[in-house]
T-cell receptor, first 110, second 117 residues
Framework: DAKTTQPNSMESNEEEPVHLPCNHS???????IHWYRQLPSQGPEYVIH???SNVNNRMASLAIAEDRKSSTLILHRATLRDAAVYYC???????????FGTGTRLQVFP | GAVVSQHPSRVICKSGTSVKIECRSL??????MFWYRQFPKQSLMLMAT?????????EQGVEKDKFLINHASLTLSTLTVTSAHPEDSSFYIC?????????????FGPGTRLLVL
């Protein structure tokens, strides 16, 4: 499985934008980029996913580099409830498996 | 949106007993369900994948005779930890994936915290 690399932790202040990076230099052409987040003592929650084009939804935006070797999850205005571990995961079109890495722990300060 | 529930949310049992954890997709049919385990301060580890009506596929290193998985219907999968020992204490999380719009991502349950004394 192609692997992703994320910073261990990041910090933000409330109501500021947050850019969470993810490197995936070995991504294949059929790999989708998925982002999930896990709040303390809860199951993960789907955030967003994309293949080549940038994507927006009510939770976040996903910016995908032109060569697809990196992507950035953008939280436009961080809130205290966004404090979580964010996982960037590559999912091949022919498999359902999610292989979780260590993710990025986001702290949000008031 | 797609909702997945787990029961119980937490369980304490004695060493040597078996524990059953249920995972239900409440508002969609789950063609595939997954079971994960998460130890404190670690990431999720995929244990097995189950498709409705067929045997589960276990990840390398996961004992299929210890972690029995049944996916008897399109809305229910169960994980039974047999002869549980203290090292089995962990956070067990299921997820489900359906067809169509709910087939693009996995929807996770809230998790079951197991403590084996």
């Amino acid at each position: 499985d192609a692997k992703t690399t994320q910073p261990n932790s990041m910090e933000s202040n409330e109501e500021e934008p947050v850019h969470l990076p993810c490197n995936h230099s070995t991504i294949s052409g059929t790999d989708y980029i998925h982002w999930y987040r896990q709040l303390p003592s809860q199951g993960p929650e789907y955030v967003i996913h994309g293949l080549t084009s940038n994507v927006n939804n009510r939770m976040a935006s996903l910016a995908i580099a032109e060569d697809r070797k990196s992507s950035t999850l953008i939280l436009h205005r961080a809130t205290l409830r966004d404090a979580a571990v964010y996982y960037c995961i590559l999912v091949s079109y022919n498999t359902d498996k999610l292989i979780f890495g260590t993710g990025t722990r986001l702290q949000v300060f008031p | 949106g797609a909702v997945v529930s787990q029961h119980p949310s937490r369980v304490i049992c004695k060493s040597g007993t078996s524990v059953k954890i249920e995972c239900r997709s409440l508002d969609f049919q789950a063609t595939t369900m997954f079971w994960y385990r998460q130890f404190p301060k670690q990431s999720l580890m995929l244990m097995a994948t189950s498709n409705e009506g067929s045997k589960a596929t276990y990840e390398q290193g996961v004992e299929k005779d210890k972690f029995l998985i049944n996916h008897a219907s399109l809305t229910l999968s169960t994980l039974t930890v047999t002869s549980a020992h203290p090292e089995d204490s962990s956070f067990y999380i299921c997820s489900a994936k359906g067809r169509g719009a709910v087939g693009e991502t996995q929807y996770f349950g809230p998790g079951t915290r197991l403590l084996v004394l």
